[in-house]
């Protein structure tokens, strides 16, 4: 059996240290899928970085999807389903109130089929928003 993992990532540079350890969890037998869920018009995103975002993706063999949404759970949840996914990879929420936890309202709910794996951060100057 084929492993398939997704990784959420943001708008943020460092997002390629979330999609190399995606890589390392699909194996080279696995599927990766790089997933970016934005709630601005895709036209008014940061075009260098989506194209990082896609570059990083493909050196990585992994496909890469935008998706429009303002309910980011909701949507990798449909993601996670429509696609089979058996593993997802989240980084670690700077949030550190429980209800404003990303990673929390992502795993709630979701599949117990589906492992998750928490990448701790690691602050860098590259961390700031660019889309």
Known sequence: MTKKVMVCVTK???SERLIRSGYKIAGPEGELYVLHI??????????????HLFDVSKKY???????????????????VIDNAIDAIVLGESKEESVKSDMALK????????VKTYIIPMSYSYLDKDVV
Do not use: R, W, Y
């Not at 992502?106 to 089929?113: C, H, L, N, Q």
């Open 38 to 51: 934005t709630g601005k018009d895709i036209s008014m995103a940061n075009c260098e970085v989506i194209q």
């Open 61 to 79: 063999d992994a496909q890469m999807s935008i998706l429009h949404s303002t309910n980011v759970a909701s949507t990798i949840k449909k993601f």
């Open 12 to 14: 943020q540079k460092t």
């Open 106 to 113: 992502i795993t709630e709910g979701m599949p117990d089929t």
